[in-house]
Structures are given as structure tokens and as C-alpha cells.
């Protein structure tokens, strides 16, 4: 049996006449790796604010341990490790005192400190003032100091946001490593890649409701295609004409009908009759990708727009 | 491109609301209270102590160059403004406080031959006023004895150095209380901080201990300078400076916190920064009495919280005050802090 560590039920928050979480019912359970994402404005850092304490939902409740803010906010303050979006430190502050503020905030000694500078990769840097850090080493001091208490359930509201793909990638190999403790993590993320690389459960949201939840390969599957031929042609394309096995599938075309796509259950059957039929109609291909489809096409094809595009 | 460089610089500036106040607003606001303070306008009442029996001063009215009046004598000075001097006869103990607390700069007195009169020469506020009598006694054959106030308390300087520390205490707590919690929360440092287990009341707490501390060891250093170089030494008691300087800790650190309690905009911060110190620095005597200004505004600028702390210090280290003597500023600063605390926390912005 699985156990639950932050259950919500009915919660609600407005700001306004936007609505920011619609009625979600959620569970969460020990040692999950969850991403939430969606485009700006979805509702995930209100969702992540709500479970770390910050803010209120106007109804409907959230608990976490089986507890609420309301009865033990300071247990569960210690328990949590939190990283908001963007956090800048004191200035002049090396990596390591900040490291030490932090960890007698939690209450603790300096014992977890050597720990967790080896972790985030900051041992070289443990005498630089933070303000001298690079965007990457930021982002793991701040994970660093989340990581000070132990958490058993970390959040983190797009801890990669605006680092170049290595950084990324140091920052990804972080979380894999804690994996093993069994920590609880939710991540909120832009990032299709990161909650393919990372999550095991993935959370879609939009518009304050929560669209899709599941594995990366459940959420595909779901969709029935999994597979994505990209194509584009020298000549308008008529559908018509498509031989058969061909014609149920849903090609999508762009204005101008020379460039589309078509999702398939399996590149391998449906690509050679595609070929075929190009061949057949004396058509020129200028371009053809095939590929698995992403958490992004996928995201497209139940909202109509892109993760990234603002709305 | 000139063109676009300025526009482009002007639009930043119109539509930043702090900025329009500060370069219209704040330089109409500074000249008029200035104004009041050092200009004609709603009849400056200088008042000259006046040391040892007044017959002089009734020879003097003969001649028709002064009037009786309530309380004593008043003289017109002809002038390009019609300016008033009033004299007041006292006890010479009486003449010095005033002078102590910057009430009047120089003290007049009459030894049967020569007019004497005690003042700063450095002062520039003593020397206008000296200026102004002597233009009054114009037509007078008298000698004019000066003499110079050289000993602790009288000399401007006097006056400044305890005015200064006051002022060092203000701006140690605005800025390292005030500004600090708003530079934090712009940050979400302060977010991040209150999302540990941490008490709230610690992190100011400790705020409030280093102030304390700085402000304690800054205090030292200027009255020690003041010490070795003016020989101002402290008159009253020890205990009762420290007491007040902790009360006036107290209450600025009080004052910072209802000034940081909202704001995450540094710019908006450096506007309530000013908003709050400055006036304080003017009209609080640090630099010159606020018996400058309109006698009826005293009791209010008296009681502004940095002036009941300057003058508290110059009653303890000029006056020889003790705790006694202080009780009075020391509630009504630590009364000032404690409701300006409980206030901004009701209200304090910690996300």
C-alpha cells in the first residue's frame, strides 16, 4: 500500500476573477517524482504555494503527513524542502555561511553541511559570496539549502528556468542521486524534457484544473498514437487520394497544404506507405521527420497550444 | 538620436510617481519650511535672555528704542525687514539651558559701563543675531563687550555633537532595520527565510540586537572624537545615556518596521527611506533649534521622536541629567517603538 503524503481535496483559490486552482483533488505518494507543468498561468506555482504553507486556499483542503498548515505549520515547515522560482541570497554572504544561516534556521548544527555542499556540487565554491555565483550555481545553492533538513518532500517551483542545457543537466543528475533516499519531489516545470528525464508522474495543467496525470508512457499510450510523422511537400496535398490504409489517420496540414503531420501508432507500418504514395503521386518530399511523440505534441493536441507560448 | 536619448530618459522618469515627487515636490517643500524657519514670515520671535537687573533696559525705552512688554521688553530694528528683538530678564543658570538647548544664542547683560554679550562666534545663527542688536543700538554711544562662550554646552558645537549621535542613532535603524527587510523581501530571501521553522520574532529580535550593538559602538567613537577634539566630556549619568540609547533604538527600529512593512520596491523603499528621515533631520534641531519654527509648532516638534532623543542626550551629557530627569523620553520612545512594532506586524508583508 501506497502512502499518501499530501492529499488535496475540493481546493479552490481565486485572485481575482482568475481562477487559479478549480476544485483539484489530488493525492500524492512517498517517494514520487512529480511534474507539473503547463504554460504561464496554469496554476502551478499557486498549487506549489498552497502545499508549502504560503498561501491559502479560499476552500477545500490540503494535507500533508495527514496534517494541515493550520495544525502544524512549523513540523511541517521541518520536513519540507522548498525552492521558489527565483531567490537571491544575501549578497556578501559566502556559500557556505548562507549554508550555515539556513541550517540553524531549520534548527540544525553544521554536521549536514559538507553533506549537501559534495551534493549540489558547491564545494569549490564554499568561499565565494553568492552574489558571484553563475545562474546554474544559484539555482543549486538554493536546492542545496532545501536539501539542508532532510526533506522528505521537496518542492521545487522551475528550479532550471533560464539555465543553459548543461547547467540543466548538473541540476537533473542532482535529483536522480536523491532519488534513492526516497524523497518526495514536485517539480514545476516549462520544460517537457525535464519531466521526461525526471518524473515518473506527470501532472498536466491548465487553467487551474489539472488535464492529464499519469506516467510519461500512460499519457501517451492514452492518446492511442504514440508516433509522429513530420513531412512537407513540394505541391498542395490532397487527402483524397490516400490510398486506405492511409485515410483514417488524422493527418493535421497547415494553411497551404504543403507542410503537416500525422500521428501514428507505429512509424515502421504507416512511413513506407506514406513513401509509397508520395512516389506514386509524383510528389517532391523537402522534409520528413519521424519521431515518438513528446509531453509537448501532446500537450498541444489536448489544449491546442504550446507549453511555452504565453497565453 | 538626441532627441529619442532624451525622451526616452524624461518618460522613465514622468512615469516613476516617487521620482515626480522628489524633484518637484521635495525642493517646494524644503524651501518652505526652511522659510519659516529662517525668514520674517509669521514674526520670528528671537528672545534674548537678559542676566541682572533690567534698569538699563528701562533707560533704554526712554530714548524710545524699546517698548515694555508682557514678560519684558521689545525692540524694534530697523532694517530692510522690520525685525523684533524681545528681551527676557532671568536667572544667568536660566540664560545658559537656554542657550544649551539652542533656544537663544547669545545672552545679554549690563555692568554699569559696557554691554556684554555671550555667544559662539562660530555660530553662524549667533552672529546674525548679533548683527541684528547692534543695528538696533545704532544710534547708541555704548561699548559693546563680547564674550565668547567657550565652555561645554553653549558652544555650537555643543549643541551639534549630541544632535549628531541622535540622528546616528535613526539612521543605523531605518537603514539597517528598514531598508535591509525590504531589500530581503524584494529578494524572496525573506519568503524563503519564513518558509523554515524559524520564529518571526527572532529574525527581528536579532535585527534589533545589532543595531544596538552597531549603534552603541558608533556613539562611542563620535563622542570619543567629540572628547579628544571639541572637550566635550558627560556631565550626567552613564546608566541614563545608555538607557536612552536603547529607548531610542526601540523606537526607530519601531518606526522601520512600520516603514518596511509592505514594500518590495527598493525604489518606492529609498522614497519612504527619505520620507522618514528627512524631515525628522530638519525639523528635530539636529542642525539648528526648532525654535526656529513658529513657537505655537514646539510642543509638536519636540515630541517628534528624534528630537525628544537629541535633546534628551544634550540634557545628559551638557545638563548633567540622570534617569530622572530622561523618564519622559524614555517612555515616550520606547512607547513610540513598541505601537509602531505592533502596528507593522499586524500588517507586515512577510511573502
Redesign the interface.
Known amino acids: 500500500m501506497r502512502e499518501a503524503v499530501i492529499e488535496l481535496k475540493g481546493v479552490v483559490k481565486r485572485f481575482g476573477p482568475l481562477l487559479a486552482c478549480d476544485h483539484l483533488d489530488l493525492t500524492l505518494y512517498r517517494g514520487e517524482y512529480v511534474g507539473l507543468l503547463g504554460p504561464n498561468g496554469a496554476g502551478k506555482t499557486t498549487l506549489v504555494e498552497m502545499i508549502?504553507?504560503?498561501?491559502k486556499p479560499d476552500s477545500g483542503e490540503i494535507k500533508i503527513f495527514g496534517k494541515t498548515w493550520s495544525q502544524a505549520s512549523?513540523?511541517l515547515?521541518?520536513r519540507m524542502g522548498?525552492s521558489?522560482q527565483?531567490?537571491?541570497?544575501?549578497d556578501k554572504l559566502s556559500v557556505e555561511e548562507t549554508l550555515r544561516l539556513?541550517s540553524s534556521?531549520?534548527?540544525g548544527g553544521n554536521e549536514r553541511i559538507e553533506k549537501v555542499l559534495g551534493q549540489v556540487a558547491l564545494k569549490e565554491k564554499r568561499k565565494t559570496y553568492t552574489v558571484n555565483l553563475s545562474g546554474g550555481q544559484r539555482q543549486r545553492l538554493a536546492l542545496g539549502?532545501a536539501l539542508l533538513?532532510e526533506p522528505e518532500v521537496l518542492l521545487l517551483d522551475e528550479p532550471t528556468t533560464g539555465l543553459d542545457p548543461n547547467s540543466r543537466r548538473d541540476l537533473w543528475e542532482i535529483l536522480q542521486e536523491i532519488r534513492t533516499q526516497g524523497t518526495t519531489l514536485i517539480l514545476t516545470t516549462h520544460y517537457m524534457e525535464e519531466a521526461e528525464t525526471l518524473c515518473d508522474r506527470i501532472l498536466f495543467m491548465d487553467q487551474g484544473k489539472v488535464l492529464a496525470d499519469g506516467s510519461l508512457s500512460e499519457l501517451l499510450t492514452s492518446m492511442g498514437l504514440t508516433e509522429m510523422i513530420q513531412f512537407e511537400l513540394d505541391q498542395p496535398m490532397d487527402k483524397t487520394s490516400l490510398p486506405l490504409e492511409l485515410k483514417n489517420l488524422p493527418f493535421e496540414l497547415e494553411p497551404g497544404l504543403k507542410k503537416g503531420q500525422v500521428r501514428v501508432e507505429k512509424v515502421i507500418e504507416s512511413l513506407p506507405a506514406f513513401l509509397h504514395w508520395i512516389e506514386e503521386r509524383g510528389h517532391i518530399l523537402k522534409e520528413l521527420q519521424s519521431r515518438r511523440m513528446t509531453l509537448d505534441d501532446l500537450f498541444v493536441s489536448m489544449t491546442g497550444r504550446g507549453l511555452t507560448e504565453d497565453d | 538620436m538626441i532627441r529619442q536619448l532624451m525622451l526616452a530618459q524624461l518618460r522613465v522618469m514622468f512615469r516613476e510617481p516617487g521620482v515626480l515627487f522628489w524633484v518637484f515636490g521635495f525642493p517646494i517643500l524644503m524651501s518652505w519650511i526652511l522659510g519659516i524657519a529662517f525668514s520674517g514670515e509669521g514674526q520670528k520671535n528671537l528672545t534674548l535672555p537678559w542676566v541682572g537687573p533690567d534698569t538699563y533696559l528701562a533707560e533704554l525705552s526712554q530714548s524710545g528704542q524699546l517698548s515694555k512688554e508682557e514678560g519684558g521688553w521689545r525692540m524694534e530694528v530697523w532694517g530692510p525687514a522690520k525685525e523684533v528683538l524681545h528681551f527676557k530678564a532671568m536667572e544667568d543658570s536660566e540664560a545658559q539651558t537656554w542657550v544649551r538647548r539652542g533656544r537663544a544664542q547669545l545672552i545679554a547683560s549690563f555692568d554699569g559701563t559696557q554691554l556684554h554679550l555671550q555667544l559662539d562666534p562660530k555660530n553662524p545663527e549667533a552672529n546674525a543675531t548679533f548683527h541684528l542688536l547692534k543695528n538696533g543700538l545704532e544710534n547708541q554711544t555704548l561699548e559693546l563687550q563680547i564674550d565668547p562662550i567657550t565652555t561645554q554646552g553653549g558652544r555650537y558645537v555643543d549643541f551639534l555633537i549630541p544632535g549628531l549621535m541622535a540622528m546616528g542613532i535613526m539612521n543605523s535603524c531605518i537603514w539597517g532595520i528598514g531598508w535591509t527587510l525590504i531589500e530581503m523581501r524584494m529578494k524572496k530571501l525573506l519568503r524563503r527565510m519564513v518558509a523554515t521553522p524559524m520564529p518571526k520574532g527572532a529574525l527581528i529580535f536579532s535585527q534589533f540586537l545589532n543595531r544596538l550593538v552597531v549603534s552603541t559602538i558608533e556613539l562611542s567613537v563620535l563622542f570619543a572624537f567629540a572628547w579628544g577634539y571639541f572637550r566635550i566630556s558627560l556631565v550626567g549619568s552613564l546608566l541614563a545615556l545608555l538607557a536612552l540609547i536603547i529607548a531610542g533604538n526601540i523606537a526607530f527600529a519601531g518606526l522601520a518596521l512600520l516603514m518596511a512593512c509592505r514594500t518590495s520596491s527598493t525604489t518606492v523603499g529609498s522614497g519612504l527611506v527619505n520620507l522618514t528621515t528627512m524631515p525628522m533631520m530638519i525639523l528635530s534641531g539636529i542642525f539648528f533649534s526648532y525654535q526656529n519654527f513658529p513657537e505655537w509648532s514646539w510642543p509638536y516638534l519636540s515630541n517628534l521622536p528624534l528630537s525628544l532623543l537629541a535633546d534628551g542626550m544634550r540634557a545628559i551629557i551638557h545638563e548633567g541629567a540622570g534617569l530622572a530627569q530622561v523618564a519622559y523620553p524614555l517612555t515616550a520612545l520606547t512607547a513610540t517603538g513598541l505601537l509602531c512594532s505592533f502596528l507593522a506586524l499586524r500588517v507586515f508583508r512577510w511573502y
Open positions: 508549502e504553507g504560503l498561501q512549523k513540523e515547515q521541518g522548498i521558489f527565483e531567490t537571491r541570497f544575501f539556513f534556521l531549520y534548527g539549502l533538513n
